[in-house]
């Protein structure tokens, strides 16, 4: 499989992990397929993309990235594109102006990253009534030396990095989430299943160590590391597509045990961080009847192929992104 479609299809997944039942070791696990194929992102040339810019975001602005620009207290958002919630096109133009091609795209934000006006830092810092300090980026990853040869490279360690230069993180920072976990997957060493024992303590070393960071420069802080909701059926089986009432099922044993292994290193760094873990595994799947694999018009997550509102295939719905921000602004006015 072709370097393009590998990450294609990833990126279709990288919101998604969480684990099984119950956060515990895994046990020795059958030999699994190999990542689903899935048309790659929409290719062009610098100036088709510019040409593009246009018709698709008339006006620039900072809307999308811009919320309570005067006030004291703060969020800061850190991680993938769960959280940023951006459009394929979104990201196609970051990697564009990382490569050097002038195109002013509204709504890049820090580190030449898209971040989406939907997304859940932003309706968070909205219903907590905080300013926002939006470090989140598609294609991000927890391990620093990690690296996606197509997308945009960053990383959480960057990202804290980067609100620790601008003076981000502070006495005034009220809420700070984390959420990153699942690029790190299909990508070496990662790619190997027999590697994963080695991932999960590294997830808990890397992630625990920002924590750390985050917390000696925004001691008032309420850290929370953000999970992902779960997006199978349950018994191992993803799905595809959801429309029209239409849902399709693909046996496929991997995202399950991919997001056991999310979820557990999750857990851990939260518990021996002394730090929230927000486990939207938990309240997003089929049995709550809300989830990719769901006919319920309000589902929460969104599959491959999806006739509800959302910006990237895999991740957030609307209503999902509205879901997370009731819970983590309850947690940052508590």
């Not at 990853?141 to 040869?149: C, E, N, Q, T």
């Not at 160590?209 to 953000?226: H, L, M």
């Not at 989830?291 to 295939?313: F, K, Y």
Request: glycine share 8%.
């Amino acid at each position: 499989m072709s370097i393009k479609r590998r990450i294609a299809a990833a990126v279709a997944a990288a919101g998604l992990a969480a684990g099984t039942a119950g956060v515990g070791s895994a046990a020795a696990e059958p030999e699994l397929p190999p990542m689903p194929q899935l048309p790659a992102f929409p290719q062009f040339t610098p100036d088709q993309l510019m040409a593009l810019q246009p018709m698709i975001l008339p006006a620039p602005n900072n809307d999308a990235i811009t919320v309570n620009p005067d006030t004291r207290e703060n969020f800061v958002a850190f991680g993938d594109s769960a959280a940023a919630n951006v459009t394929a096109i979104d990201i196609v133009a970051s990697k564009a102006i990382e490569r050097g091609v002038p195109v002013a795209w509204p709504n890049i934000g820090n580190g030449n990253c898209a971040q989406g006006a939907d997304s859940f830092p932003v309706k968070t810092a909205q219903r907590a009534g905080l300013r926002l300090s939006n470090y989140t980026c598609a294609g991000a990853v927890a391990r620093a030396d990690v690296r996606m040869p197509s997308l945009h490279t960053n990383s959480v360690t960057h990202q804290v990095d980067l609100a620790l230069k601008d003076g981000a993180l502070t006495g005034d920072t009220k809420l700070v989430t984390i959420t990153a976990g699942m690029n790190d997957t299909y990508q070496a060493p990662y790619g190997d299943p027999s590697q994963y024992g080695e991932y999960d303590d590294e997830y808990v070393r890397v992630i625990g160590d920002q924590v750390r960071r985050i917390r000696e420069a925004a001691p008032n802080a309420r850290v929370v590391i953000t999970g992902y909701p779960d997006q199978t059926d349950g018994h191992g089986y993803i799905c595809q597509l959801n429309a029209g009432g239409l849902v399709t099922r693909t046996y496929y044993p991997l995202l399950d045990w991919l997001q056991k292994h999310i979820r557990t290193a999750q857990q851990r760094t939260a518990d021996e961080q002394h730090v929230d873990f927000y486990d939207a595994f938990s309240e997003i799947d089929l049995g709550h009847d809300n989830n990719a694999c769901s006919p319920n018009p309000n589902r929460l997550s969104s599959a491959w192929v999806d006739d509800q509102s959302h910006a990237l295939a895999g991740h957030l719905t609307s209503l999902g992104n509205d879901h997370y921000a009731e819970a983590l602004a309850a947690r940052a006015n508590h």
